[in-house]
């Protein structure tokens, strides 16, 4: 099992750009979760989804949207990339209240 | 909302000796989960230890224990015997099923070096 993954690893933006980040699990878990880790901080959520098809808010989602099409995978949307938004980002599947498995995380500079 | 915080931003132990990181959390729920994560230099999240709020017994994994302490609202890891690679970040994270989310809140880290 390869667990979670996210593509890219690595990405630099310019200001206004737009991207998708692609998180998939193998591992037939319902909970989904995309966090940002920023320096000094620990991870904070962006948004999750409890099943294929659903979508929530998390702490901190301005400048984000996501989409749950299939139930293993989960994508992150930035629309109009701004430098507040250079972070490392984190994607993390579960069965709650079992753990949370973390993917690699994506560092992401935005110009 | 809840929070959670690691009062202790850097810690140094030497190698073979134990070290304590310490975690408080504010909740006025009464079930739920804590759990310590490892992040080293790799940026992989590691889950060291899980506790469950309803379970008086201290979770405990080889090396890794906790002291969970309900009414103070504390949970502190012990690593014990500690080795060159349990340097790394820890961080500490609250659970529950408020809004049927799940979602782990975190601390701000503690940074563990090693000394040989």
């Known amino acids: 099992n390869a667990g979670v993954t996210q593509t890219p690893k690595f990405r630099v933006l310019k200001t206004g750009q737009s991207m998708t980040l692609l998180c998939a699990q193998d591992?037939?878990?319902?909970?989904m979760y995309w966090y940002r880790q920023d320096p000094g901080m620990g991870l904070r959520l962006i948004h999750y989804?409890?099943?294929?098809?659903?979508?929530a808010k998390g702490e901190v989602p301005d400048g984000y949207n996501v989409s749950r099409l299939k139930k293993q995978n989960f994508l992150l949307g930035l629309e109009s990339a701004a430098p507040s938004q250079t972070s490392v980002y984190f994607c993390a599947s579960s069965y709650p209240p079992g753990e949370q498995f973390f993917g690699p995380g994506t560092r992401l500079t935005v110009l | 909302a809840q929070t959670v915080t690691q009062s202790q931003p850097e810690m140094s132990v030497q190698e073979a000796e134990t070290v304590t990181l310490s975690c408080t959390y504010d909740?006025?729920?009464?079930?739920?989960?804590l759990f310590w994560y490892k992040q080293p230099p790799s940026r992989q999240m590691i889950l060291v230890i899980r506790?469950?709020?309803?379970?008086?017994q201290n979770a405990t994994e080889n090396r890794f224990s906790v002291n969970f302490q309900k009414a103070a609202k504390s949970f502190s890891l012990k690593i014990s015997d500690s080795q060159l690679g349990d340097a790394a970040m820890y961080f500490c994270a609250y659970s529950n099923s408020g809004a049927g989310s799940y979602q782990l809140t975190f601390g701000k880290g503690t940074k563990l070096s090693v000394i040989p």
């Open positions: 989804s409890v099943g294929e098809g659903t979508t």
């Open positions: 591992m037939n878990h319902e909970y």
């Open positions: 909740t006025s729920e009464s079930d739920y989960y």
């Open positions: 506790q469950e709020a309803y379970k008086q």
